[in-house]
């Protein structure tokens, strides 16, 4: 005898914050770590173009290696040089 009951379905939730979890501080948001490829996209250069601000200096050096070719900044540190390189003044 074959079972014809039809097979209860159960909806998927929606995965939320809880309402009562802490908000993510800044701090911790900076430490973020971002890859050349990350900080081109945040500050709209090419990677070449911040591998050759940070050759001359204008352009803060990476904050971790994590291998001979792989360097990451700090998200804090590239939010502090797009705050201090930004032309536009607060009124």
Do not use: Y
Not at 23 to 36: G, I, T
Not at 38 to 52: H, M, Y
């Amino acid at each position: 005898m074959h079972n014809t009951a039809t097979p209860q379905i159960t909806p998927i939730r929606k995965t939320t914050t809880p309402r009562n979890a802490p908000p993510v501080s800044q701090e911790l948001a900076d430490l973020a770590r971002l890859s050349v490829k990350d900080v081109s996209a945040l500050v709209r250069l090419s990677e070449q173009t911040i591998r050759d601000r940070m050759k001359a200096g204008k352009f803060p050096p990476p904050d971790f290696r994590d291998g001979p070719k792989c360097v990451r900044w700090s998200a804090g540190t590239v939010r502090r040089w797009l705050e201090s390189t930004s032309t536009t003044s607060a009124k």
